[in-house]
């Protein structure tokens, strides 16, 4: 493995890296010839001695970029606000989307209509988001959500749906700027990446036992509220009667507790606990 060969994997299929996926078997001899094989074989090992979620999501990273995808986002959807109930166990939701996309996604509820989501509860196999866009059951309303998401950097991706045990669903997107055509090699290596992401990020929660909501003070759980609805701070602070700062130190005290890399990304962890509805 040192010197990048890809002897592990030979005659290997994706069952081996879950196996709660419907990938179709892959020769990894065939595999192996490909330039990226041994940037997929180096990814696995140095997953292999993390311990935190935020590392592992770094080196997954690292390996998208070498695909030309610095955007990644991973979790489960965004619940249903009507039947919103407290999650005991979650895996964590990481993404390093543009914050004025997160933002705007925020603002417009694109969340509940993201047609990603929609297409991947269906489908067991990664696919382009062209496909999705040019598919002729994907109404305006939905194809306007990728046209804007391109305005914002995120010309073109692929998404991987991530079934599990007892129902759970995941969903893994990769995102690159302009619009580009990908290789099914490059669809391949990305699905292969995200099954193992996913496998490990699930031993983390099982180490754990489980994720539990973290404390938030009324105040907190107020400008969480409005963030979640796509108020900027000082938005916030006008509806709280409180300063800007103050809004903004509450804030970073509720990323902290989150563990979350954004404003939005806590957002999205409050409502999945249960600890806001929208």
């Known amino acids: 493995m040192a ?5 592990r994997f030979q005659g290997l ?3 081996a890296f879950s196996p709660f996926s419907f ?8 595999v192996a010839r490909d330039a990226f094989a041994g940037d997929f074989a180096r990814f696995v090992e140095q997953t292999n001695g993390v311990s935190k979620s935020d590392q592992l999501f770094g080196l997954l990273s690292d390996f998208a970029l070498n695909f030309g995808f610095p955007w990644i986002a991973y979790g489960p959807p965004t619940p249903d606000r009507k039947s919103l109930k407290p999650i005991r166990r979650v895996p964590p939701v990481m993404l390093n989307y543009p914050d004025d996309w997160q933002k705007r996604c925020s603002e417009m509820g694109y969340d509940r209509i993201d047609p990603i989501v929609k297409k991947l509860r269906m489908q067991a196999g990664a696919f382009r988001w062209s496909e999705m866009y040019n598919d002729e059951h994907t109404t305006e309303i939905e194809r306007r ?3 804007e998401a ?5 010309g073109s991706g692929v998404s991987v749906p991530l079934h599990g045990p007892n129902g759970t669903f995941e969903i893994m997107s990769f995102a690159s700027p302009g619009n580009h055509r990908f290789h099914d090699r490059t669809i391949t290596y990305l699905h292969l990446a995200a099954l193992h992401f996913r496998l490990k990020a699930a031993r983390f929660v099982n180490a754990s036992g489980a994720y539990k909501a973290p404390e938030l003070s009324p105040r907190e759980k107020e400008c969480i509220l409005w963030v979640a609805r796509g108020k900027t701070s000082w938005g916030v602070g006008t509806i ?4 800007e700062n ?3 130190y509450h804030m970073k005290n509720i990323m902290r ?3 979350a890399s954004s404003r939005m990304v806590a957002a999205i962890k409050a409502i999945e606990f249960g600890i806001i509805e929208l």
């Open 23 to 30: 990938v179709p078997p892959i020769d990894f001899r065939e």
């Open 240 to 243: 709280l009667g409180i300063s």
């Open 257 to 259: 507790k989150m563990e």
């Open 13 to 15: 299929t994706t069952r």
């Open 3 to 7: 010197d990048g060969t890809f002897p």
């Open 145 to 147: 959500v990728f046209d």
């Open 150 to 154: 391109a305005t914002f950097g995120l």
């Open 246 to 248: 103050t809004v903004n």
